[in-house]
Each structure stands twice: as structure tokens, then as C-alpha cells.
């Protein structure tokens, strides 16, 4: 079954506007995390949330998590042409030596 | 700030030929993992790692996939007998421990494998 899915697959904004990606997942988890992928580059961790936690916060990184809903949201605000780039959830399924599940991502294009 | 080191960062390759991805993972890292990218899809899971076995392998990992960590440093990817369809990003990651922030993965830039 597919774990995090994000949507939209692809979004376009002006630097300086705020962008909102949104995942959502089957089952039950541990934590979930966002990733950042720079085009043909490894992915680097974002932030991460545990399950019993509804928000977070890093920057200009939001993360909201709705585990009733099995849906989580990423928020890059007043966003910068840097920020280009693909961000995927990978849900961790439980604690213990288990893989990411990454969803297919969106990909950000900030727009200077 | 320590790294996960990948080589080669590409590799072309004829169907049919082995190849070897290498990986020098976080020194203090004890579980170890490669995901593969086919171009424009989902990253994708292959093998997890730990105390030099194989802890869990998805249904792409068949038996021309193999993972070894010969010297306790280098964490190596074998393909056997490479398909065209084994032309993918493939990517080493590594994390410390197993709880909380723990569970976050260290990856590598990646090692483009094209195979002709």
C-alpha cells in the first residue's frame, strides 16, 4: 500500500509568498519526517514529528500533523529561490530498525 | 560536519556486467540502509543493515542484490548481473540509534547508475 503521498506534485509560487505541501499516509506510525531533495542530490532531513505531537516548528519550517486524518502539512514561509527543490514525507512506521516510506514528493520552484 | 561519502557518483555500465556502489556511511552511525531513485519517481527502499546482517529487505532487493560491510567502514551495494531496468539513483543512508530523533537518516549525494 502507499505511505505518504504528498500533494500537490508540483507548485509554483513568487519569492516571498508561503507554500504548503501537504502528505498523507495508511497506517499507523511513529514519526513522520520531511525531507528536502536538491535536483540530482541526496536528500536531507527537514523535521521531524512524533506522533503524539500536533505541531512543529523550525525557522521557517511549520509541520502540522493530524494523525485522526493520517495527514501531515509542510509550510515554507516568506519562501526564497533557494528553497526550490523537492520535499518528500517518509513516515517511520515504529520504533526500531525500520525503513523511511517516502511519498513521491512535490516539487517547489520559487520563482525570484 | 560529518558525512555520507558515495562513490562513484556516476557509474555507466553494459547489461549483464556486476557493478559495486560504495558507501563510507558516519563513523558513528549503526544502521545502515540503500534506497533507490528510478528518474522522477518516489525514493524507494532496498535494505537495512545493522551488526553486519541484513535486517530487512524489500521485494526489489531479489537475489541479484547483495550488501556487505567488509571493514567495518565501507558499506558496498552489489548488483550481480545489472538489468536496464536497474537504472536508478541509488543512495546510502545511516542513523545512530533506533528512537526519537534517532530515526532521522543521513544520506549521501547518490550514485547514478546507468545501465546501457
Known amino acids: 500500500s502507499q505511505q505518504g503521498e504528498e500533494d500537490p506534485q508540483a507548485l509554483s509560487i513568487q519569492e516571498g509568498e508561503n507554500a504548503t505541501m501537504n502528505c498523507s499516509y495508511k497506517t499507523s506510525i511513529n514519526n513522520l519526517q520531511w525531507y528536502r531533495q536538491n535536483s540530482g542530490r541526496g536528500l536531507v532531513h527537514l523535521i521531524l514529528i512524533r506522533s503524539n505531537e500536533r505541531e512543529k516548528h523550525s525557522g521557517r519550517l511549520r509541520v502540522t500533523l493530524d494523525t485522526s486524518k493520517k495527514s501531515s502539512s509542510l509550510l515554507i514561509t516568506a519562501s526564497r529561490a533557494a528553497d526550490t527543490a523537492s520535499y518528500f514525507c517518509?513516515?517511520?512506521?515504529?520504533?526500531?530498525?525500520?525503513?523511511?516510506?517516502f511519498g513521491k514528493g512535490t516539487r517547489l520552484s520559487v520563482i525570484a | 560536519e560529518p558525512e555520507v561519502t558515495q562513490t562513484p557518483s556516476h557509474q555507466v555500465t553494459q547489461m549483464g556486467q556486476e557493478v559495486i556502489l560504495r558507501c563510507v556511511p558516519i563513523s558513528n552511525h549503526l544502521y545502515f540502509y540503500w534506497y533507490r531513485q528510478i528518474l522522477g519517481q518516489k525514493v524507494e527502499f532496498l535494505v537495512s543493515f545493522y551488526n553486519n546482517e541484513i535486517s530487512e529487505k524489500s521485494e526489489i532487493f531479489d537475489d541479484q542484490f547483495s550488501v556487505e560491510r567488509p571493514d567495518g567502514s565501507n558499506f558496498t551495494l552489489k548488483i550481480r548481473s545489472t538489468k536496464l531496468e536497474d537504472s536508478a539513483m541509488y543512495f546510502c543512508a545511516g542513523r545512530p540509534g533506533l528512537a526519537g530523533d534517532q530515526t532521522i537518516q543521513y544520506f549521501g549525494a547518490g550514485t547514478r547508475l546507468s545501465v546501457l
Open positions: 517518509a513516515t517511520v512506521l515504529y520504533s526500531g530498525n525500520t525503513p523511511l516510506v
